[in-house]
């Protein structure tokens, strides 16, 4: 009859009786006694994760096998489980219960640390790379080439762009670069909402061509709108004033001049006028903008297309008139001020029938290049017989004015 044997647990189980269980990854060992092997434990004792960290060293006359576990090398069930083992004793028969560790034993190949390291730090596009290196296709590996071939010569043109940098700054001076990169961006904003200027003319009406702001097919299609406003009674225009009429416009419909030509251009002029200042003062507008006042289609579509920005809201197409918009009205709005009045524009007038501030409109005329002056107005201006208007007048040559940075007082401690 086959003997019989009890199972004792261990109670109070120090590291030196936990059973040791080990693999090895590339097969197994044929003569296991001739292996050497020795633990080593974490000389942190405090540390609640670092004391149980142990490595498992098995030497042997060709090859040194190293299993840990804790890192990416030990295996995952060390922390999911405990593992028990047991051992009998064939004296007492009785079956002991031990806990137990387990290894998983990797060869050490001597003088491949440093590449294990590598490997272990590479990022996946780098290792995806040396796949496509080692197996990819002629096409993959042109391609690699190419993109390592880009990244050289980017490199070297960044080393070339911070050579030049350096050598312009050594000769300008970095206070005259800074001042020069302000200037540029000034001009930069400002050529965003200035109309198509020739900066290379010789009179002042060709500066900001009329042709620039309406085409002659546009032009001719304001004549009919253009009469029917040329074609108001001086009873009429005071009751446009008096129910909070633009200024601008009806200042020049009370002057027109008496030759046919000049007045059918002034009007057509006083009319887009009337549409630009209009469309200043809104948000966001519909297809309908301008047909009670007879906008022709081709000059409405000019309107919606080059002063107002379309956005979607509950799956419908708005057009909204937005901030930068609006300081490119009042540039446009200034050139036909300065074509309806011999190159010189009444600023007061036009940033209190847009709703702008005064500082605001004399910025869009500083960008512009425009001498500003006063002129006192008489007595027969709303505004009163001491109002003195800003004027802003276009001379050759034009104007460059410096770009001013506020800064800020600093306090003084007492």
Same mark, same amino acid.
């Given at each position: ?7 004792v647990c261990c ?15 590339n %097969? ?10 020795t633990?080593?434990k ?5 540390n ?5 960290r142990r490595i498992?060293?098995a ?5 040194s096998?190293v %299993?840990?576990n804790? %890192?990416?090398g030990?295996?995952?069930c060390?922390?999911?489980c405990n593992?028990?083992v047991?051992v ?13 560790l387990?290894f ?13 390291t ?7 596009k780098?290792?995806?790379?040396s796949?496509i290196?080692?197996?990819?296709t002629?096409?993959?590996k042109?391609?690699?080439n190419?993109?390592?071939l880009n990244?050289?010569?980017?490199d070297?043109?960044q ?6 940098a350096?050598?312009v700054i050594d000769e300008k ?5 800074q001042r ?8 930069a ?7 198509p ?5 010789d009179m002042p ?8 702001l ?5 032009f001719k299609?304001?004549?009919e ?11 009429e ?14 200042k020049?419909?009370?002057n027109?001049?008496s030759?046919?030509e000049?007045?059918?251009k ?5 009319y887009?006028?009337?549409?630009l200042?209009k469309?200043s003062r809104q ?5 309908k903008?301008g ?23 509950n799956g419908?197409?708005l057009?909204m008139?937005?901030g930068s918009?609006r ?5 446009y709005?200034?050139v036909?001020?300065?074509?309806m %009045? ?9 940033h209190?029938?847009m709703?702008f501030?005064?500082?605001?409109i004399?910025?869009?005329a500083?960008?512009?290049?425009l001498?500003?002056a006063?002129?006192?107005?008489g007595k027969?201006?709303v ?6 208007h800003k004027q802003a ?9 410096e ?6 007082k600093r306090?003084?401690?007492?």
């Amino acid at each position: 009859m086959a003997a019989s044997c009890s199972v004792v647990c261990c109670g109070e189980e120090r590291d030196s009786d936990k059973a040791v269980i080990f693999r090895f990854s590339n %097969g197994g060992v044929q003569n296991a006694e001739k292996l050497d092997f020795t633990m080593y434990k974490s000389a942190d004792e405090v540390n609640p994760r670092k004391k149980t960290r142990r490595i498992l060293v098995a030497e042997s006359e060709r090859l040194s096998y190293v %299993g840990q576990n804790f %890192g990416t090398g030990s295996l995952k069930c060390n922390s999911l489980c405990n593992y028990y083992v047991g051992v009998l004793n064939k004296q007492t028969m009785q079956m002991e219960l031990h806990s137990a560790l387990l290894f998983n034993m990797q060869p050490v190949i001597p003088g491949e640390t440093t590449v294990t390291t590598e490997e272990t730090t590479q990022t996946h596009k780098e290792k995806v790379d040396s796949l496509i290196e080692a197996f990819g296709t002629n096409k993959q590996k042109k391609a690699l080439n190419s993109r390592r071939l880009n990244m050289v010569n980017n490199d070297m043109l960044q080393q070339a762009v911070t050579k030049a940098a350096n050598t312009v700054i050594d000769e300008k001076g970095l206070d005259a670069l800074q001042r020069e990169v302000a200037e540029t961006a000034s001009q930069a904003d400002s050529a965003l909402h200035l109309p198509p200027r020739n900066a290379d003319a010789d009179m002042p009406e060709n500066v900001y061509p009329l042709d620039g702001l309406l085409s002659p097919v546009e032009f001719k299609a304001l004549e009919e709108a253009g009469s029917k406003m040329a074609a108001l009674t001086a009873e009429e225009l005071q009751t446009m004033r008096e129910s909070g009429g633009v200024m601008c416009v009806l200042k020049h419909l009370e002057n027109l001049p008496s030759d046919d030509e000049a007045r059918k251009k002034m009007a057509c002029c006083a009319y887009y006028l009337s549409m630009l200042l209009k469309l200043s003062r809104q948000k966001s507008i519909s297809r309908k903008f301008g047909m009670e006042e007879g906008c022709p289609r081709i000059v409405q579509n000019k309107i919606f297309r080059t002063f107002t920005v379309e956005t979607f809201n509950n799956g419908r197409v708005l057009n909204m008139v937005s901030g930068s918009m609006r300081v490119k009205l009042a540039a446009y709005c200034l050139v036909l001020l300065l074509h309806m %009045g011999d190159m010189t524009a009444d600023l007061t007038l036009l940033h209190r029938d847009m709703g702008f501030t005064e500082a605001r409109i004399i910025e869009v005329a500083k960008s512009m290049g425009l001498t500003l002056a006063k002129k006192p107005r008489g007595k027969n201006i709303v505004a009163g017989p001491q109002d003195e208007h800003k004027q802003a007048s276009l001379i050759l040559p034009l104007v460059k004015y410096e770009h001013f940075v506020e800064r800020r007082k600093r306090k003084k401690m007492h």
